[in-house]
């Protein structure tokens, strides 16, 4: 079993415009924990910062600052030779993560032979086909001789999946895998992953859009806006008790079937952006204050994470449920109360 341990992650890339370079921060001290056993979900928008950080955890992007520690279950650090035997990653792309011109044996055997899972060459073949038949892609023998190209989307997700198990994985960044697949065929990819976990005690940290399937699939739920983390608790609190703006937003914009919820829509979505020139990571303040209809001059100051529930968190200065009079004044004082 592996825990893996995010700190403080920082990330910012050089933006050059003719003789000017800017600097334009993608991920905001984001800190949380993956543990064996259980799925944390980032959701956000587009641009929020969330593959970043699963690409960060893959080692596929340094971070700027900040560190990311895997640990096994007798307290020792993984090394950093024998990180990616621990921490792999599933694509949002089944088909471009595949190489069309190998086989999918192929595709399973070099991460078991680079990893020293298998040395001889049936060995290989035997585990490969074994890991093919755990991701129910059966006869197991027919479909190693096959191409990406021959696959339907959904096999060649769950292709990718078994290479990322092939390693001995026992932490998976799954990022958005099944928002190319069709609707109805991405219920049965999730329950795969659901079933890996529960077998092999897997920590998963799951990427995506969906908030429905952000609270059915996972644990706990991180929300992230501009790349910071805005909201985070248990997946049905956060998701059936949202206590930031910004996530009430994304709530009520998720479908449901109850007319009612319509007008809810419509009144969230009311909150025209003011525009913001900032880039994120320039300002100081809340990220979301140009969208917020509870803004005031104290959100001009970055508000620390407080507690609005049991183990739930916001990052916001208005506390839920208290009215607006909880938002203090730009002196840091209550607001309509003397100092």
Avoid at 120 to 140: F, I, Y
Avoid at 143 to 157: D, K, N, T, V
Avoid at 199 to 210: P, S, W
Avoid at 257 to 286: F, I, K, M, Q, Y
């Amino acid at each position: 079993m592996t825990t893996l341990e995010v700190r403080d992650l920082v990330k910012d890339f050089s933006i050059r415009s003719g003789l000017r370079h800017s600097r334009f921060r993608a991920v905001d001290n984001v800190s949380f924990t993956l543990t064996p056993g259980r799925t944390v979900a980032l959701v956000g928008e587009s641009g929020s910062g969330k593959s970043t950080v699963a690409r960060m955890i893959a080692r596929l992007e340094r971070p700027t600052a900040g560190r990311i520690t895997a640990t096994r279950s007798d307290g020792t650090r993984v090394a950093d030779r024998d990180y990616r035997d621990h921490v792999q990653m599933v694509f949002q792309d089944p088909f471009a993560s595949l190489n069309p011109f190998h086989t999918v044996e192929h595709h399973l055997a070099r991460p078991l032979k680079l990893h020293g899972r298998a040395k001889t060459r049936e060995e290989t073949r035997r585990l490969a086909e074994e890991l093919l038949e755990r991701v129910n892609l059966t006869p197991a023998a027919d479909i190693a001789r096959r191409r990406p190209h021959e696959l339907s989307g959904g096999q060649r997700q769950r292709v990718a999946i078994a290479r990322a198990l092939a390693p001995g994985a026992r932490v998976v960044i799954a990022d958005e895998p099944v928002s190319m697949l069709d609707v109805s065929i991405r219920l049965g990819v999730l329950n795969l992953l659901a079933r890996l976990q529960r077998e092999d005690d897997l920590a998963v940290l799951y990427i995506t859009h969906d908030l429905a399937t952000a609270r059915h699939f996972s644990d706990d739920i991180l929300v992230m806006y501009r790349g910071r983390v805005v909201e985070r608790g248990p997946a049905d609190e956060v998701i059936l008790n949202p206590r930031h703006p910004y996530t009430k937003i994304l709530a009520a914009a998720a479908p449901n079937p109850d007319a009612r919820d319509r007008d809810r829509l419509r009144e969230a979505l009311g909150l025209e952006p003011a525009g913001n020139s900032t880039l994120p990571g320039d300002d100081p303040g809340c990220t979301f204050r140009d969208r917020c209809p509870s803004a005031t001059d104290v959100c001009a100051r970055m508000p620390e994470d407080f507690e609005v529930g049991y183990d739930h968190y916001a990052k916001c200065w208005l506390r839920p449920g208290e009215g607006r009079d909880a938002l203090p004044a730009a002196d840091g004082t209550a607001a309509g109360r003397p100092a």
